[in-house]
């Protein structure tokens, strides 16, 4: 076809001219919720199953751990990857007993791979590192990992955007002071975007490139608060939603993905009953009758973080994907109220966030209509001097996007610029 042909030429353009300056922008994967292994160790003196495990003698892997997935054992790993909520310190802690540790930072496998057996089941940013590779990158060198607790929200992984920083810095040195590129995939995009805010310009135009986000939900989505409702399988038809329910809803970054109040209008029903109708204004009265009090303490604590998100103030490339029947309400059957299984209606998303909030990054700046860049890219035509470049794609969904061979295609041939 025409446009890879002239991708080609493209690519070995700006591939030349690279190599002969500084090289290629050395990346960071920023995984999103669910994107980090998580490894636990016990020491508890109950447990809610004779077969689960009081102690153990070193880490071992919990996520993902499919083993750990399976009924009976699969209540054991809810009560230890769960998390206590104390509303006096507004903080979440493990269960007494347990320890959870993040592990590999800095190293890309445990985000290209979430099963440290590199089960299928498991593959996260693999696709694109084994790409990143491919052109010339090195593992631990060129192309570096920044897993983090994915549990909790910006309000508690403080230390994550602090050796972030570091992680930064070190990349940079180790690359011939060559600034980096971040590479995010959904909630790790609003956790980066945390972080630049943080950043003053200077430090962003010496040491960052530009940042490359798939599918990040820049103002929530509703299945977040469907999740608080009813639980979600992760797209397994062997694990039970109101099972798994259990452990979601006493996560902080849950409630941080709930619709933003910057998206969502006050007269826009989000949940309906034959009692009462909830918009985005109705939080508060939504969560105490469904008895969990805490989610709205977590959204409280977290809403900061996303009622007024400012641009990234570096070359942003926002890619996601869009017609995907994705939840927009809940709505109950007369005489179930909240306890029992909603109707979901869609709308336009990704499959898991919801087309508003995914195209959100749109605002940051006048780009191409929509579409536009794409083609500009087929055509092998560029505009390096635009500070944001926004790719929808049709039927892209949310987790597959980091396999689609277009979006492995465009990363490839945007790495390949100086």
Request: hydrophobic letters at 40%.
């Amino acid at each position: 076809m025409y446009y890879v042909k002239n991708y080609f030429v493209f690519l070995l353009t700006f591939s030349l001219f690279a190599q002969n300056s500084l090289g290629f922008s050395p990346v960071i994967l920023i995984p999103g919720d669910g994107g980090s292994q998580l490894e636990a160790k016990v020491n508890k003196t109950n447990v809610v199953h004779y077969i689960c495990a009081k102690t153990s003698n070193d880490f071992y892997n919990v996520w993902l751990n499919l083993e750990l997935l399976v009924p009976f054992v699969i209540d054991c790993w809810i009560d230890n990857v769960r998390l206590e909520y104390n509303n006096v310190t507004r903080k979440t802690n493990n269960p007494q007993g347990v320890e959870i540790r993040v592990p590999g930072w800095g190293n890309p496998e445990p985000v290209e791979w979430l099963d440290p057996s590199h089960d299928s089941e498991g593959a996260y940013f693999n696709t694109i590192g084994d790409a990143l590779v491919k052109m010339g990158y090195v593992r631990n060198v060129s192309l570096r990992g920044a897993p983090y607790d994915f549990r909790k929200a910006p309000n508690e992984n403080g230390e994550f955007f602090v050796k972030l920083k570091t992680l930064v810095e070190e990349t940079y040195e180790m690359n011939n002071k060559t600034a980096v590129t971040l590479l995010v995939h959904s909630m790790g995009g609003a956790m980066a975007l945390q972080f630049l805010q943080l950043q003053s310009q200077s430090w962003k135009d010496q040491h960052i490139r530009r940042m490359i986000s798939l599918s990040t939900p820049w103002g929530g989505a509703v299945k977040a608060l469907k999740v608080f409702a009813i639980g979600d399988d992760l797209g397994s038809m062997m694990l039970s939603p109101s099972t798994l329910r259990a452990q979601q809803i006493t996560y902080p970054s849950l409630a941080w993905l709930l619709p933003s109040a910057r998206l969502w209008g006050p007269h826009e029903l989000l949940v309906t009953t034959d009692k009462y109708n909830y918009t985005i204004n109705d939080l508060q009265k939504l969560f105490n009758d469904m008895e969990l009090p805490n989610a709205w303490e977590m959204r409280r604590d977290t809403e900061k973080y996303s009622s007024d998100v400012a641009a990234p103030g570096v070359e942003l490339h926002c890619i996601y994907g869009y017609n995907i029947s994705t939840v927009e309400r809940l709505d109950y059957k007369p005489g179930t109220w909240l306890d029992g299984k909603p109707n979901l209606v869609f709308g336009d998303g990704d499959g898991t966030v919801n087309l508003r909030s995914l195209s959100y990054c749109e605002r940051w700046g006048k780009t191409r209509r929509r579409g536009g860049l794409w083609r500009a890219f087929q055509r092998g035509g560029w505009a390096p001097q635009a500070s944001l470049k926004v790719l929808p794609l049709s039927n892209a969904e949310h987790l597959k996007i980091l396999h689609d061979p277009r979006v492995v295609q465009y990363i490839t041939t945007v790495m390949a610029l100086p």
